[in-house]
């Protein structure tokens, strides 16, 4: 990357003593794995609105669609103090250039789903979502967001992550034409020329292709038609269009049926300098893979082995082989 990867997170993820009962929630792959790769931006929304630590415990209650955020012990309704907070909070995160955001679970204010609602009589539903998660996943629908109890899912960690460090190549590439400070697509003055513009993005459309394809197919046809128009079609709707759409294919888990269908597309690329026992070799890897004996690093890495064996270009620049560092070790699960 060519500048650090920014996420928000619960502060108390960090080990801050921020919680109502003056402690924190570290999470040590958060706090510790995690911020090796990244650059956090920590966010408390209690004690950022005004609430001091320690403070009475609060929850949500009412209608899960439009819950109230009251003290348990008092029934304090500080709702509106919270709200306009947020509204004000995630327009402050706008300008952070944020990649993603890892939200603290089961947190009236910041967990991201199957929140406790409390109604007035009767059980809890599990359907709330925190007050300040839902306005910053309103006001950013597509941006990367996980729950840190979640990452601990060796598929949704992966998928979280993978979209992040996307993202974070697709800023790279908004910046080195000009676009980086302007959402509405339009070139800065001092900003290359069209064909460069025009260029860059199909590189990286190229470059990017086979991960695509492993998350979703459909889309990514699509991103290959828009980048193949791209001349045509005016910055302020293309690059946009463009990012929608790649945050939307991102969104979408890959799944062993998909990786495999894109492990094979790469396997194409050998066939001439392939043996019959190389060929073998990879599509028993593959079939292993998909029926969850192997985990996805194996036939990688013997594709990658592959790619450096018969020197193919195309390949080489391909993120799907290597798309977020080694030592977090993604794809090593079965």
């Known amino acids: 990357m060519d500048r650090p990867i920014r996420l928000g997170v619960s502060a108390c993820l960090l080990g801050h003593n921020v919680r109502y009962d003056g402690g924190h929630k570290r999470?040590?792959?958060?706090?510790?794995?995690?911020?090796?790769?990244?650059?956090?931006?920590?966010?408390?929304?209690?004690?950022?609105?005004?609430?001091?630590?320690?403070?009475?415990?609060?929850?949500?209650?009412?209608?899960?669609?439009?819950?109230?955020?009251?003290?348990?012990?008092?029934?304090i309704d500080v709702t509106g103090r919270m709200l306009d907070y947020c509204a004000r909070r995630v327009e402050e995160l706008a300008g952070e250039n944020l990649c993603g955001y890892i939200f603290k679970s089961k947190s009236p204010s910041s967990g991201m789903a199957r929140v406790k609602v409390y109604p007035e009589k009767g059980p809890p539903a599990m359907t709330g979502v925190g007050l300040f998660a839902r306005a910053f996943m309103d006001r950013f629908p597509l941006l990367p967001v996980e729950e840190e109890g979640r990452l601990h899912d060796a598929g949704l960690r992966e998928n979280f992550i993978e979209r992040v460090f996307t993202l974070a190549r697709y800023r790279d590439l908004l910046a080195e034409v000009g676009l980086d400070?302007?959402?509405?697509?339009?070139?800065?003055?001092?900003?290359?020329?069209?064909?460069?513009?025009?260029?860059?993005?199909?590189?990286?459309?190229?470059?990017?292709?086979?991960?695509l394809m492993s998350h979703s197919p459909?889309?990514?046809?699509?991103?290959?038609?828009?980048?193949?128009?791209?001349?045509?079609?005016?910055?302020?709707?293309?690059?946009?269009?463009?990012?929608?759409?790649?945050?939307?294919?991102?969104?979408?888990?890959?799944?062993?049926?998909?990786?495999?269908?894109?492990?094979?597309?790469?396997?194409?690329?050998?066939?001439?300098?392939?043996?019959?026992?190389?060929?073998?070799?990879?599509?028993?890897?593959?079939?292993?893979?998909?029926?969850?004996?192997?985990?996805?690093?194996?036939?990688?890495?013997?594709?990658?082995?592959?790619?450096?064996?018969?020197?193919?270009?195309y390949l080489k620049d391909q993120w799907y082989l290597h798309p977020h560092p080694r030592e977090l070790m993604l794809r090593n699960h079965a």
């Open 27 to 75: 999470d040590a792959y958060v706090a510790d794995t995690l911020s090796a790769y990244f650059d956090f931006v920590p966010v408390c929304p209690e004690t950022e609105c005004g609430l001091p630590v320690p403070r009475p415990a609060m929850r949500l209650t009412g209608d899960p669609a439009s819950p109230r955020l009251v003290t348990i012990t008092t029934g």
């Open 181 to 211: 400070a302007t959402p509405s697509g339009a070139p800065t003055p001092d900003a290359p020329g069209k064909s460069l513009r025009v260029g860059r993005l199909a590189a990286f459309q190229a470059s990017h292709k086979y991960l």
């Open 218 to 313: 459909k889309i990514a046809g699509q991103m290959g038609r828009l980048a193949a128009r791209a001349r045509a079609v005016p910055d302020a709707e293309l690059f946009p269009q463009y990012q929608r759409l790649l945050l939307s294919a991102m969104a979408l888990h890959a799944t062993p049926a998909k990786h495999a269908n894109v492990l094979q597309h790469i396997l194409g690329y050998f066939k001439k300098q392939l043996s019959p026992d190389e060929k073998a070799e990879a599509l028993e890897l593959f079939a292993d893979y998909r029926a969850g004996q192997l985990p996805l690093v194996v036939p990688v890495t013997l594709l990658s082995h592959f790619v450096r064996k018969y020197d193919a270009a």
